[in-house]
């Protein structure tokens, strides 16, 4: 048989499960994560506001900030169930909705609308966080579902560092509570694209997620048997395989997001204390390592291309490292360590969500991988900013305190590098099935 070959054309008019054409999903997608890391980001330049006009103390604002990341973590086993229960397209509709009512009820004022709405807010998008890696499994063939994932992971990083800009001056502008609210107007927009994008029938239609058909239909009663119990053979040693996989995986993400979070947390302090920056220019080394995780995003698709899969995460992986490892020993050159950590943070992410979609042979196990990676790395998330801050007041210095994230970065560098190297080769193992 000739198989035909595929054109600049023929990848243009890919059309998706429900008939979208893939471009115009991809821009749903992109519509989606902005939405996904803004409302909760943005909060963090309001903290003057939040301690002087709604009286929180900075244990409080400290609550509040974590409310997000400790959904992401605790939620996850209920998002993912959610999921498979009424469907990839709908569990999107109500991340998008979940944002908008959550940020509604944040901008009316009180403590506890602040504190209810974030809550609101940070389920909703775990919902999202576990179910857009499968949409972008079922919808999108195999080589460019990293690009699209990349894709996405970098509009998460843009997303959170348009927040972190541009949110004090908008409640300058409008008030705080008009700046809170903007996130409920951007999220109702999405969701109208949303759904027009899909169709009502399908965004807002539960559609439980289930696994393919045996494919042994036509057999006779002694071939199904055969081909059962080969195929039973077949399926244990892949879910032996899975297993190590998604435990080398949930190693990876928990490196990868605390070094993140403890990271975005610490690093205007270290570089105050250490280089005497002032607030200013210390948060500037922030901003750098929230945009080169856009470049990290979007160019590590095309980096694991050029080297392969094992070969580019290692680099990624190297410049995680050079995080800690930069910071204790040459701190002057603070720049470059935040550029190369952000690069690598943004294609840290990108890295263990294409091969959570690598490693799941349903569309239902890849929910579950997903939950379960991602539910155990935030837990570490939570933790990261606290341990390190402990160890820093404990130890009375940095240099202590950076072996937390060069351990961290270090896990993410052989877990993730193992596990992105079996999960393609689970990818293709299925392929040959």
Not at 61 to 73: E, M, N, S
Not at 80 to 104: D, H, I, N, P, Q
Not at 212 to 222: D, F, H, I, N, V
Request: charged share 10%; net charge positive; glycine share 12%.
């Amino acid at each position: 048989m000739t198989r035909t070959p595929t054109t600049v054309a023929s990848r243009s008019t890919h059309s998706t499960t429900h008939g979208q054409p893939a471009w115009l999903l991809l821009l749903a997608i992109i519509g989606i994560a902005l939405t996904m890391r803004g409302p909760f980001i943005g909060l963090a330049p309001l903290a003057p506001v939040f301690r002087n006009e709604v009286g929180l103390s900075e244990v409080q604002f400290g609550i509040l900030t974590g409310i997000p990341v400790l959904c992401f973590a605790f939620f996850s086993p209920a998002a993912s169930w959610l999921g498979r229960k009424v469907g990839a397209e709908m569990a999107v509709s109500f991340t998008v909705a979940g944002v908008a009512v959550g940020a509604a009820i944040r901008s009316v004022g009180p403590e506890w609308a602040l504190f209810g709405g974030t809550a609101v807010i940070g389920a909703a998008i775990t919902i999202g966080n576990i179910v857009m890696p499968l949409i972008v499994r079922r919808d999108f063939p195999v080589e460019r579902q990293s690009l699209t994932m990349g894709v996405y992971s970098g509009t998460l990083n843009f997303s959170a560092f348009l927040a972190s800009v541009a949110t004090a001056p908008l409640a300058q502008w409008l008030g705080w509570q008009g700046a809170l609210a903007l996130s409920a107007v951007v999220a109702l927009v999405v969701l109208g694209f949303w759904i027009w994008t899909m169709g009502a029938a399908v965004a807002l239609k539960p559609v439980a997620i289930s696994g393919p058909g045996s494919g042994q239909e036509g057999l006779s009663a002694s071939e199904e048997k055969a081909a059962g119990k080969a195929a039973r053979r077949a399926a244990a040693r892949l879910q032996g395989a899975t297993l190590w996989v998604t435990i080398a995986l949930v190693i990876g993400f928990a490196g990868q997001s605390s070094s993140y979070f403890g990271i975005t947390a610490w690093l205007p302090s270290y570089l105050h204390d250490t280089i005497g920056l002032a607030p200013t220019e210390a948060g500037a080394g922030s901003s750098i390592f929230q945009v080169m995780g856009i470049l990290g995003a979007l160019g590590t698709p095309l980096l694991v291309r050029w080297l392969g899969g094992i070969a580019g995460t290692l680099v990624i992986g190297a410049l995680w490292v050079t995080v800690p490892l930069g910071l204790l020993l040459a701190p002057q050159l603070w720049w470059l360590w935040a550029f190369t950590g952000g690069t690598a943070q943004g294609g840290g992410f990108t890295l263990v969500l294409s091969a959570i979609i690598k490693a799941g042979s349903t569309q239902a196990q890849t929910a579950r991988i997903s939950a379960l990676v991602q539910g155990i790395g935030y837990i570490f998330a939570g933790i990261a900013p606290s341990v390190i801050g402990s160890v820093h007041v404990s130890a009375g210095s940095w240099q202590l305190a950076l072996l937390v994230p060069l351990l961290t970065t270090t896990a993410f560098l052989v877990c993730t590098t193992w596990g992105v190297s079996r999960a393609n080769k689970l990818a293709a193992a299925r392929q040959l099935a």
